[in-house]
């Protein structure tokens, strides 16, 4: 029976389950020991098995968050979450599969979503992400229906949602990445600083684990000089491909056949990218 449940809701819990947390181990793990306590519960007793486990797996997550917060803010460096890649199999990909891909929340949203508090984070999942009626996100979490309108209101405001642009098109993220992928086979990223806005960022994620800067890095000249740098000591060498980062266009790096670099965009409503987040801890990279 508990087999059967773990097949039928594995995949919703843990995608449930990643965006609450930013981490796909932790939500594994988290998924894991939800199936476990339910094999001493009593499944006849649980009118609805969906909303019981998709309570189970939120209040966990956000338990985890709470003990979380201190651990990330004791982190060698800034903490990025880890990046949920998917690889593209086909020449040119079918505009219907990008789609499917696109209705992951994004990176950099991801990544935008650490300035909410656990509960605020957990309502914007809810709604946002999954559709849940306020009334359901109110039993969820037990609170009022009115509570949860304001508190997605308040976590809109932190992320500035209003602000977000449309997904840039499909030829507009190509020519994104081959500008990057071009730049990375010559040692030479001119072009692709080029696409940069004045202050763009870059900040990477190397958790104490691999060399990484300990602080964002701000302006074309300096993301240039570190591309360059690095480029330099062979970084890419190993091979570059392009692949699809929650939804969008990104590339990893791989050495000796591992998986060595996660490297994606932040692009403003000038189409212009206006930071770039490189995660190299290599934790954050086991699972591919």
């Known amino acids: 029976m508990q087999e059967s449940i773990y097949v039928e809701y594995k995949s919703f819990l843990l995608s449930m389950a990643y965006r609450l947390l930013g981490s796909k181990t932790d939500a594994e793990d988290i998924v894991h020991e939800v199936m476990i306590r339910i094999r001493d519960t009593d499944l006849t007793q649980i009118s609805n098995l969906k909303s019981y486990l998709t309570r189970s797996v939120t209040n966990s997550c956000l338990n985890y968050l709470k003990s979380a917060k201190i ?3 004791q982190y060698t460096g800034p903490w990025l979450p880890e990046p949920n890649v998917s690889y593209i199999h086909k020449a040119k990909e079918d ?23 656990p509960v605020e984070r957990a309502v914007f999942i809810l709604r946002e992400a999954f559709s849940y009626e306020y009334k359901e996100i109110a039993n969820l979490l037990n609170k009022s229906e009115a509570s949860c309108r304001q508190i997605l209101s308040r976590s809109k405001r932190k992320l500035k ?16 990445i081959q500008t990057f992928l071009d730049g990375s086979k010559i040692g030479n990223f001119d072009e692709f ?18 060399r990484a800067a300990l602080r964002p890095i701000v302006g074309r ?26 939804g969008n266009r990104g590339v990893i790096l791989t ?20 930071h770039i987040y490189v995660i190299s801890n290599p934790d ?3 699972h591919l």
Do not use: W
């Open 71 to 73: 651990r990330r803010e």
């Open 95 to 117: 505009p219907k599969d990008i789609l499917v891909h696109r209705e992951e929340i994004s990176y950099a949203l991801l990544v935008s979503m650490e300035q909410l508090d």
């Open 161 to 176: 949602v209003d602000q977000m642009d449309e997904f840039v098109s499909f030829d507009e993220e190509d020519h994104f």
């Open 193 to 210: 600083i080029r696409l940069l806005t004045d202050q763009a960022t870059l900040t990477t994620d190397g958790g104490g684990k691999v």
């Open 221 to 246: 000249k300096r993301i240039l000089a570190l591309f360059n740098g690095i480029s330099s000591k062979g970084i890419f060498e190993g091979g570059v491909e392009s692949v699809r980062i929650n």
């Open 255 to 274: 050495m000796e056949s591992s998986v060595s670099m996660v490297i994606c965009f932040k692009v403003n409503i000038e189409r212009m990218i206006e």
């Open 284 to 286: 954050k990279l086991k």
